[in-house]
């Protein structure tokens, strides 16, 4: 059975940090581009970090560029997404996706996780 698995969230404070991980049971994650995602209450899903299967490649969203950073661990089967300076604007459920291109769109992504709530708050 083809699974992602989000950890790592938390309720954190403003200016705080998470680490957030996906990790991937039943298949290997060496041949898939993997993309986070968030949704906060109320929104639509929003892209917010990819990174292409070999690594080499990542993109993110303009609204936590140089805040965030995406990561892989083929070995380990994982993805990470560092979450630094965090904001209130930042709470949301965080999603990870397997698919064949490191995009931020939802639509190219086949294998989803069940998401994992990241709240930014005092």
């Known amino acids: 059975q083809l699974q992602l698995v989000e950890s790592g969230g938390g309720l954190v404070q403003p200016g705080g940090s998470l680490r957030l991980s996906c990790a991937a049971s039943?298949?290997?994650?060496?041949?898939?581009?993997i993309g986070w995602f968030r949704q906060a209450l109320g929104k639509e899903r929003e892209g917010v970090s990819c990174?292409?299967?070999?690594?080499?490649?990542?993109n993110y969203a303009a609204s936590v560029k140089g805040r965030f950073t995406i990561s892989r661990d083929n070995a380990k089967n994982t993805v990470y997404l560092q979450m630094n300076s965090l904001k209130p604007e930042d709470t949301a459920v965080y999603y990870c996706?397997?698919?064949?291109?490191?995009?931020?769109?939802?639509?190219?992504?086949?294998?989803w996780g069940q998401g994992t709530q990241v709240t930014v708050s005092s």
């Open positions: 996706a397997a698919g064949p291109w490191a995009t931020l769109t939802p639509g190219d992504y086949d294998y």
């Open positions: 039943g298949f290997t994650l060496d041949y898939y581009a």
């Open positions: 990174i292409s299967s070999s690594g080499g490649s990542t």
